[in-house]
């Protein structure tokens, strides 16, 4: 998606500077953790740098990453310990592209387009197969406003943005898998934790704010909300899973992103800034539009999400590392129908980084 930006009349030398760039990156629709789901980067949704306001024109390219291995089962917010003891816990690998393309139309207002890549693999530890996914995720469209005129607003500003998000995603790859030695392969479908798209569209709503409080010092918080249609995609998880009916198809379901926290230019060494703040991501057991039936892992987890920066000329690179300190496994709508409470798998840490260039409009010169 369409990062934020800053004012070209900043000093990208002086730790104001430095602040107020890194506050601009690419907000992603989230995507929650581990068995829950994990299909974006949703990297460095916080005040991450951009080197001044974009203006009329110019385009900027940004590839993000993200990793995370989860295999933590929770139930609620208790981990179900005995899982890795017996050695039955399962494990999700995720390895996560995004590319983003912003244009800034006018100073106020820039489209960007995001497309996601995925690279996945579950097992069960006390398992013979395992399960593997890759290929490209559900594309999203979005356009994004400052609240105030960037040509003014240079200690703080919010942002608006409004998206649609494309199912351009495969949501019923299959493997062909032996569940045992020697076991005649079956072609069965891969759990929808690794499933590159969910096979429906969504609409986006995204946020984003700061405040200067001081030289080289700054507030932030950012967030997303993807709502879907509701109901499920028709892809089966398999023929046993006939057997309860309000569980056999996949989940289409809303996720969420929120981050606040402080970001603060390090004067000594031009062009670095270091980030830290909360990080709550997950999804929810009720859409806000259509129906909740179906298979679905809702659950969130919180984290705390330190960081860094650094500028070099139209170059940003980033990273941040998100340490979960809390989890919940919520129930779904078919386990409050039902009287049930599955369970998920999450990680201990997310790995964030990303790359950015930035293009001056043609004849503009650098900012």
Not at 215 to 221: A, E, K
Not at 242 to 264: F, K, M
Request: glycine fraction near 10%.
């Amino acid at each position: 998606m369409s990062p934020c930006m800053l004012v070209k009349s900043l000093s990208v030398t002086t730790p104001l500077g430095v602040a107020l760039m890194m506050f601009l990156v690419p907000a992603k629709p989230a995507r929650a953790q581990g068995c829950i789901v994990a299909r974006s980067s949703g990297g460095l949704e916080g005040p991450e740098t951009q080197g001044g306001y974009l203006q009329p024109g110019d385009w900027q390219l940004s590839i993000g990453y993200r990793h995370q291995f989860s295999y933590k089962h929770y139930v609620g917010d208790v981990e179900q310990t005995y899982r890795v003891q017996e050695g039955t816990q399962v494990m999700n690998k995720i390895n996560l592209e995004d590319i983003d393309l912003t244009y800034q139309a006018t100073n106020r207002f820039s489209v960007g387009l995001s497309i996601p890549i995925l690279f996945a693999s579950r097992r069960k530890n006390d398992a013979y197969d395992t399960f593997h996914s890759s290929g490209l995720g559900d594309s999203t469209l979005m356009a994004q406003g400052w609240v105030f005129n960037p040509r003014h607003a240079r200690r703080s500003n919010i942002q608006i943005g409004f998206g649609v998000q494309f199912p351009t995603g495969k949501d019923n790859v299959t493997n062909n898998v032996a569940t045992a030695p020697g076991a005649t392969p079956q072609n069965m479908v891969v759990d929808y934790s690794i499933q590159p798209g969910q096979g429906a569209y969504g609409m986006v709503f995204q946020w984003l704010a700061f405040r200067d409080i001081r030289d080289g010092t700054m507030l932030y918080t950012n967030g997303d909300y993807l709502a879907t249609q509701g109901g499920d995609n028709g892809v089966l998880r398999s023929q046993s899973a006939l057997s309860q009916p309000l569980t056999a198809y996949n989940a289409i379901q809303d996720q969420y992103l929120a981050e606040a926290g402080v970001a603060h230019a390090i004067s000594k060494i031009p062009g670095l800034t270091i980030t830290f703040g909360p990080r709550l991501e997950g999804v929810p057991a009720y859409n806000l539009i259509g129906d909740d039936i179906g298979f679905r892992r809702p659950g969130f987890a919180v984290s705390a999400e330190p960081g860094f920066v650094y500028t070099r000329g139209r170059n940003i690179f980033q990273f941040t590392v998100a340490k979960a300190f809390y989890r919940d496994r919520t129930k779904s709508a078919p386990d409050q129908i039902l009287g049930t409470h599955g369970d998920a798998a999450f990680a201990d840490y997310v790995w964030l980084a990303s790359y950015t260039y930035r293009l001056p409009k043609r004849g503009s010169g650098e900012h």
